[in-house]
């Protein structure tokens, strides 16, 4: 896997060289150490994940990506895979128009990462808990109406990036709208559906309905995000609901202090394993352009009755370029 890791970035190195476009590399890493109580508590160290990636701009209207997601995926031995991510070609038809087509971002929740901003640390709600995957094979669109109004829509095979488009051929399509009410304050709505592939009583179209906030004040940021699924699963009455809250403010010089809680509910208990609370609260030092380092608690408790906090310290990093 080494030497597969090695001939990507030598490939995106020499076609940096050879097209002058724009390579970039993103990479998450941390130690953590858990602090549940067990007489021999889990730590380790972990490279998370690194993106190896290279953009080029062909003209003003039209560019291109691709993106390597190489991710840990061994259950015992220290194992990398890189996928695909993003390979699409961006056409910017005029200056309110622009289409992605080929292997895209999707537009679920990069919103609400967006607001989040410590993705290094810890994904979103919606990408945590597999709501929709951040890439996957399609179109996407973005218009913007106006100076403060702007609509986004997608088509995608709706497997996510890792898979291939499933035997019932269907397609996931979403529509979002996002206001710019001022430069501080951002408004966004979204609708998602994944049609169902059968018409048993059992089956449902699922159906994903966002909304979020995020303010950006001089010196700190906060967001608000909160989201529901009708018939997860493509299962009929299967409704599932994720709220989200998070911050961050300066303290000068490169660091600052953040935090997060996330609360996820299903309807009738169905979902009852993965409900809980989850809580992030840290400190986060830009050590020089490119590089951040963080510090921070993690605790996740299940809804189940009886159920105990899982905590966990952590340092994590995040170093691109």
């Known amino acids: ?187 966004r709505l979204h609708r998602d559906v994944s049609p169902r592939s059968s018409y048993t009583e059992t089956d449902a179209h699922q159906n994903t309905t966002s909304a979020a906030v995020a303010y950006s004040g001089e010196g700190f940021n906060v967001g608000f995000e909160y989201n529901m699924q009708e018939g997860a699963n493509n299962v009929t009455d299967q409704v599932r609901k994720g709220t989200s809250v998070y911050g961050a403010y300066d303290l000068g010089d490169g660091l600052s202090i953040f935090g997060r809680y996330d609360e996820l509910t299903s309807e009738n208990d169905w979902n009852l394993d993965k409900d809980g609370t989850f809580m992030i609260a840290g400190v986060e030092k830009v050590m020089t352009k490119g590089v951040k380092a963080s510090l921070n608690y993690q605790s996740f408790t299940e809804a189940t009755d009886g159920a105990e906090s899982e905590n966990t310290l952590y340092v994590s990093l995040e170093y691109k370029f």
């Open 1 to 187: 896997m080494k030497k597969t890791i090695l001939s990507i970035a030598l490939s995106l190195f020499g076609l940096g060289v050879m097209a002058q476009g724009q390579p970039h590399v993103k990479i998450f890493s941390n130690f953590n150490y858990e602090l549940s109580g067990e007489e021999n508590p889990f730590k380790a160290f972990e490279v998370n994940r690194a993106y190896l990636g290279y953009g080029y701009t062909y003209n003003e209207n039209f560019s291109a990506k691709v993106t390597f997601d190489v991710g840990n995926v061994g259950a015992e031995k220290n194992e990398y895979l890189a996928f695909l991510k993003i390979a699409q070609v961006t056409w910017k038809a005029n200056s309110n128009l622009k289409i992605n087509f080929g292997q895209v971002g999707t537009k679920n929740f990069k919103f609400m990462e967006k607001a989040w901003g410590h993705r290094y640390i810890y994904k979103s709600l919606q990408d945590k808990n597999k709501w929709a995957s951040p890439a996957d094979a399609g179109v996407t669109a973005d218009y913007k109406i106006n100076s403060s109004l702007s609509l986004d829509a997608q088509v995608l095979n709706g497997e996510g990036f890792m898979k291939n488009q499933g035997e019932n051929g269907l397609f996931r399509g979403g529509v979002g709208l996002t206001f710019n009410a001022t430069d501080e304050l951002a408004v």
